[in-house]
């Protein structure tokens, strides 16, 4: 009996560890995910002006984190002239620490365009901590660019 309440303990501490966004400061050059480099990077608006359609488009971008996952650092938004571009991390493979918020990246993915639910968009906005009436603000599906990432590069 004591070693299955020991192993249940281990597995409830593991997956706490593992809920949570890296700790320490995102530096430039660090790496999230599959190792990728800046060079062949557009600049994010290039790619809010280019993706039209559903289909996954190969995609590296170049841009300004304006919003980050603050539980997991699951996703993240980057900055665009048409408002922001949710990046989320491909199956959930790899985070990114909090503190990679305001920072310049490259991001190493697919892009496609995607109607999000209400009820996604509110749950991003708990996520990141913003207020009940900010949450409860949002009343209509939005369509948008969707990034799912599968490496990120910090500059």
């Not at 997956?15 to 990728?36: I, N, R, S």
């Not at 996954?56 to 571009?85: F, I």
């Not at 990246?105 to 009940?132: C, F, L, P």
Request: hydrophobic share 45%; charged share 20%; with cysteine.
């Amino acid at each position: 009996m004591q070693k299955l309440l020991s192993l249940f303990l281990g597995i409830c501490i593991s997956l706490l560890a593992v809920a949570q966004p890296p700790q320490g400061p995102a530096a430039p050059g660090m790496v999230f995910g599959q190792k990728t480099v800046a060079t062949g990077a557009i600049d994010v608006n290039q790619l809010a002006t280019s993706i039209k359609e559903e289909v996954e488009t190969p995609v590296k971008v170049k841009g300004k984190v304006v919003d980050v996952c603050t539980k997991e650092g699951c996703w993240l938004k980057m900055q665009t002239s048409n408002g922001n571009m949710m990046v989320k991390m491909k199956d959930h493979a790899f985070l990114v620490p909090v503190d990679i918020n305001g920072k310049e990246i490259v991001v190493d993915g697919t892009a496609k365009m995607k109607i999000t639910s209400v009820r996604e968009q509110q749950h991003y906005a708990e996520d990141a901590n913003k207020s009940k009436e900010v949450i409860a603000a949002i009343k209509e599906p939005k369509t948008e660019i969707v990034l799912n990432a599968g490496g990120i590069l910090v500059l």
